[in-house]
């Protein structure tokens, strides 16, 4: 369980990362 918890953990931080690599790019075309 607490596994699943931490593998979940990290997917949500990889994905918030990504999200603002996209905004930060979009943020830079502007």
Not at 11 to 16: F, M, P
């Amino acid at each position: 369980m607490y596994y699943l918890f931490t593998s979940v953990k990290k997917d949500i931080q990889k994905g918030i990362s990504i999200f603002f690599n996209v905004v930060k790019s979009l943020i830079a075309e502007v």
